[in-house]
C-alpha cells in the first residue's frame, strides 16, 4: 500500500507546497517524504470532512460498524506491512509494533459493536411532577473531530481517539506527529479501500504550525496526545473559537510494591513497564515504591533483568532507539541530576546514554525532589525507592503533579491501594493491562490532562446529549402556563412533600 499523500493542489502562480522528511531514528536516513498543510490547506480539508460527516452520520450504528469492522480487518491482514512502517519511523521491534496494531484492531471491533448500545436513544424516568411526559436521551455526534496524534505509539494511540469517533457517527481530520507521517497515511490510506464514498477520514501533515491551524479550523473537537506544554498550547488555540479539547498529556507513573507481593513478577513488570519501547510510554513506569521488607530482593532481579535488555536497532535488540532527536538529551539530564544528588545508578548511568540509542538504567535511592522523580523522563530509566510501608509509597505517588496511570503488586490490599492513588487507571498484580481493555476508559487527571478515550466514556466523548421530553397524556397539572392555578401549586407541594418530604 502506497503511503503518498498530496496537499491541495495550487494556481501555476502559486509557490509548491512546503514539505518536510521523515527519518529513520536509527540511522537518520529519509523514509518518505510528506507536505507541510498551510492553514489554508486545513481549512479545506475541514470543508471535505463536513460534507463527509453528514454521509457518515446519516447511516446505521450498523452500517457505520460494518465499515469500521472492514477497517480492522485490512489492519489484520496487512498487520506485517503496518509493522514495518511502525519500525522503520519509530525505531520500535517489529514484534513490538505487531503488538501495537493487534491491540489498536481489539479497540476497532469493540467500538463497532458497542457503540449502539452505549449513545443509541434510550428512555429515562420523567419523575414524578412530570409523569404525564415520555423522556430519552441519546448521544449525537459532533460532526469533525481533529485529531493530534504521537509519534510513540502512532498506531494504538491515535486510533484511540479515531475509531472511537468514527463508531460515534464524526468525520475526522488526522494529523500524525511529524515523526511518523508515515504510519498516518498508510492508516487513512486503508480507510480510504473501505469508504470510498466520502472523505470520513482524513490526513493532514506537517509541523507545528500545521497542528494550530487544525486548532483554529473550526472543528467541532481537538483530540491530542503530547506533552503537557504542547498540551497547554492547544487549549490556548482551541479557546479562541471554543473548541472543546480533549487533552492526554503524558505521566510519571508509579509501581508499588506490597511485602507480601510475587517479586518475580513484579520486577518482570517494572522491567517491561519502564523500558519497553525505550521507555518512551506515558502510562510507562518510571517510579517504584518497594516495601522495605521486599526492597533488596527486589532490587537485585531488577537489575538481573534490566541488564538483559539491550537498546539496539538489530533484530536481537529488545529496545530500539529515542525516536525524537532531543529525547537522550532529557533522559541524561534527569540521570545527572539524579547523581547529583545522591541516587546510585546499579544498572547503567551517564554513559549508557548515546546520541541515538540510550541503555537501560536503573536508580535507586533517588531524592524525591530531583528531576527523575518529578518530571516525566520518557527514556529507559527506573527509579526505585524504598519504603517503611504501603501508606508511604500511596503518598509519594500521590505527590506527583501527573495522574496518568499507576501499578501495584499485592496479594491482599490490591484494590485497596489501587482506590488510593491518584490516577486515571491502575492495574493490579499486572502492568499496563488497562490500556488493552477496550471496555475501560484511558485518561488521566492533573498535568496528564482531561478527558477519556476507550470503553463507554470514549465513545461519548465525541458525541453530545441530546434529551427530549415529550406529552404522552393530557396534562394532570398545568405546571408551565401564567393559567396555572392555586389548586395546581397546592398539588405540586404536596406531591412533593409525598416523595421527598
Not at 90 to 98: E, F, I, L, V
Not at 215 to 228: H, N, P, Q, Y
Not at 399 to 411: C, H, I, N
Request: contains cysteine.
Amino acid at each position: 500500500m502506497s503511503t503518498a499523500i498530496t496537499a491541495p493542489e495550487t494556481s501555476a502562480d502559486q509557490a509548491p507546497p512546503q514539505t518536510f522528511d521523515s527519518l529513520d531514528p536509527a540511522t537518520g536516513e529519509v523514509v518518505g517524504t510528506y507536505p507541510i498543510f498551510d492553514a489554508a490547506a486545513v481549512n479545506e480539508t475541514v470543508a471535505r470532512a463536513r460534507t463527509a460527516a453528514a454521509w457518515w452520520s446519516n447511516l446505521s450504528f450498523d452500517e457505520r460498524g460494518e465499515y469500521l469492522r472492514k477497517w480492522a480487518g485490512v489492519l489484520t491482514r496487512r498487520m506485517n506491512q503496518l509493522a514495518e512502517v511502525v519500525h522503520a519511523e519509530t525505531g520500535k521491534p517489529h514484534s513490538d509494533a505487531q503488538l501495537e496494531v493487534a491491540m489498536a484492531v481489539d479497540h476497532i471491533d469493540w467500538a463497532s459493536r458497542n457503540a449502539k448500545k452505549v449513545l443509541g436513544r434510550k428512555r429515562v424516568p420523567a419523575g414524578l411532577v412530570m409523569a404525564d411526559h415520555a423522556a430519552s436521551v441519546e448521544y449525537l455526534p459532533l460532526g469533525v473531530i481533529g485529531v493530534i496524534g504521537p509519534w510513540n505509539y502512532p498506531v494504538f494511540t491515535p486510533l484511540g481517539s479515531i475509531s472511537y469517533a468514527l463508531a460515534a457517527g464524526n468525520a475526522v481530520v488526522f494529523k500524525p506527529s511529524e515523526y511518523t507521517p508515515g504510519v498516518g497515511a498508510w492508516l487513512v490510506n486503508a480507510f480510504a479501500e473501505v469508504v470510498r464514498e466520502q472523505p470520513v477520514l482524513q490526513l493532514i501533515t506537517g509541523l507545528g504550525a500545521t497542528g494550530e491551524a487544525l486548532c483554529r479550523s473550526g472543528v467541532d473537537k481537538l483530540a491530542f496526545t503530547g506533552s503537557a506544554a504542547t498540551g497547554r498550547k492547544i487549549m490556548h488555540s482551541c479557546a479562541d473559537t471554543l473548541t472543546p479539547v480533549l487533552i492526554e498529556a503524558g505521566g510519571k507513573d508509579a509501581l508499588l510494591v506490597d511485602e507480601d507481593a510475587n517479586i518475580d513478577a513484579a520486577a518482570d513488570a517494572a522491567v517491561w513497564g519502564g523500558l519497553s519501547n525505550a521507555g518512551q510510554t506515558c502510562i510507562g513506569v518510571e517510579r517504584v515504591y518497594v516495601h522495605e521488607k521486599v526492597y533488596d530482593q527486589f532490587v537485585n532481579k531488577v537489575t538481573e533483568l534490566a541488564r538483559d535488555v539491550r537498546a539496539g536497532s538489530d533484530p536481537d535488540a529488545k529496545i530500539g532507539p529515542m525516536t525524537m532527536p532531543s529525547q537522550p538529551g532529557v533522559v541524561r539530564s534527569h540521570i545527572s541530576d539524579a547523581l547529583e544528588r545522591g541516587a546510585t545508578a546499579v544498572v547503567g548511568g551517564l554513559d549508557a546514554v548515546g546520541d541515538r540509542l540510550v541503555q537501560p538504567t536503573v536508580l535507586v535511592n533517588v531524592p524525591e525532589d530531583s528531576t527523575a522523580m518529578t518530571e516525566e523522563t520518557f527514556g529507559p530509566t527506573l527509579a526505585v525507592n524504598k519504603v517503611h510501608d504501603m501508606d508511604e509509597a500511596v503518598t509519594l505517588a500521590n505527590a506527583s503533579k501527573y495522574g496518568l496511570g499507576s501499578t501495584v503488586f499485592s496479594k491482599k490490599r490490591g484494590e485497596e491501594l489501587a482506590r488510593r492513588i491518584r490516577s486515571g487507571m491502575t492495574a493490579i498484580n499486572s502492568v499496563i493491562a488497562f490500556a488493552g481493555i477496550p471496555s475501560l476508559p484511558f485518561g488521566g487527571i492533573g498535568d496528564s490532562g482531561f478527558g477519556r478515550i476507550h470503553g463507554p466514556d470514549g465513545l461519548k466523548e465525541f458525541t453530545y446529549a441530546k434529551a427530549v421530553a415529550k406529552r404522552r397524556l393530557p396534562a394532570m397539572l398545568t405546571l408551565t402556563s401564567f393559567s396555572r392555578t392555586p389548586k395546581a401549586d397546592k398539588m405540586v407541594t404536596t406531591l412533593t412533600n409525598l416523595r421527598h418530604g
